[in-house]
């Protein structure tokens, strides 16, 4: 048979039926063209078809699930339809197909997840990619500008204009307005502090001026932070020691408690600083010589070093210094006269070698010595083996009690021995039982019996 042969029910008790799916009215479609193929149209019971919904699910108490499969000429349109109820009535006219269930029919539109990005408008989405649903700034309730689509496919309308922007009066849709912040500050913000403001379309804030300065840790644009100094110290901001500080700004350190002294420069109001002694020396400070330092709190000159002797100043610790004596004279030194001098190696005694008496080397009347002059006698010369002379005090007489006879092998006043003079002793005699060596200790005073046998 040539032609289109249809199946079609139609429901006397509505002609033009709305679609309880969608809410739209369908209309009535022409009849199928005709053509050379055959076409044919099977339709299970309780079936619901519409070419126009893909898939349409319906909520009741029962549930009828069937597929109906449409075949026209060369193209296929499959459809599934859930329908849920007592009663179900369907029709088709044309390529509409009405379905009217008894109870109440619910439609549930069934969206692929994840679908966010794939510029189709699916349900829950505000809009995805360019695909903002027909909606604008102005169906939003701005006045104007770009509406934009996040990338979580909710509306962005930061680029949405308010007429009402600039009046200073928060409105509606307005996140602030001139200085009206809502009571929003840098603080609430997140930030440490600043100046917040509204920005030019009232539906943001404008931290430009905001600052996390005073959060103790140092960020980018910042010197340094409270605490946070970035590990600087005084010493490595070239002061000598103190503590150093961060500017209120964090632009900056703060110096104000570091201390100059030590880094050797002379800064401000110091006299010296280290090695840094403004060219004085130990002579331009008066001294004879030595070494000239700073003291630790580089106000005044460290002369510890200093060599005053030869500054004819008696100085602390000084005897004498050139020609101040400090009184003293030969005679008070116990001379008969003479001319006193000061030792020019240390200012630390007198040079008495001009003065006239004992005590200045010199032999002067009938002195047989006087100090170190001994006149060329000695001990040996005294008629002993050996030892010191020395002159008496009052340069009267030698003095031999450094003199001695020990090693002369002769047992002498004070001796116990001396040499190979024991005197008649041996080990056995000094209680040793085995006999042995015995030795006279060096100096004569004792025996040695360390050759000797128990």
Known sequence: MQGSVTDTTTDTSSTTEQDLSTGVTPTTADPPTTTDETTTTTTAPTTTVDPTEPTSTTTGETTDTSTTTTTTG???????????????DTSTTGDTTTTTTGDTETDTETTAPGSCGDAILD??????????GGKDCVSLGFDGGTLACADDCTFDTGLCLLESCGDGQLDEKETCDGDDLAGESCESQGFAGGALACN????????????????DQKQDGETCDGADL????????????????????????????????GND??????????????NETCESQGFSGGTLGCSA?????DTSQCDSCGNDVLDAGETCDGAALGGATCESLGFDG??????ADSCGAFDTSGCIGCGNDKLDGDEPCDGAELDGETCETQNFFGGTLACSEQCDDFDLSQCTNCGNNQIDAGETCDGS?????????????????????TGCGAFDTSACID
């Open 230 to 261: 970035d590990g600087e110290s005084c010493e490595s901001q070239g002061f000598g020691g103190g503590t150093l500080g961060c500017n209120a700004d964090c632009g900056g350190f703060d110096v104000s408690q570091c201390d100059p002294c």
């Open 265 to 278: 420069q002379i800064d401000d109001d110091e006299t010296c600083d280290g090695a840094a002694l403004a």
């Open 200 to 215: 030019d379309t009232c539906n943001g804030f404008d931290a430009s001026a905001c600052t996390a300065c005073g959060d």
């Open 421 to 441: 003079d024991l005197g008649g002793a041996t080990c056995e005699s000094q209680g040793f039982a085995g006999g042995g060596v015995l030795i006279c200790a």
């Open 338 to 343: 003479g001319v006193l001098a000061c030792a």
């Open 297 to 301: 709190t580089c106000d005044a000159f």
């Open 74 to 88: 060369e193209t296929t349109d499959t459809s599934t339809t859930t329908t849920t109820g007592e009663t179900t």
């Open 123 to 132: 349900a829950g989405e505000d809009c995805d990619q360019d695909n903002l």
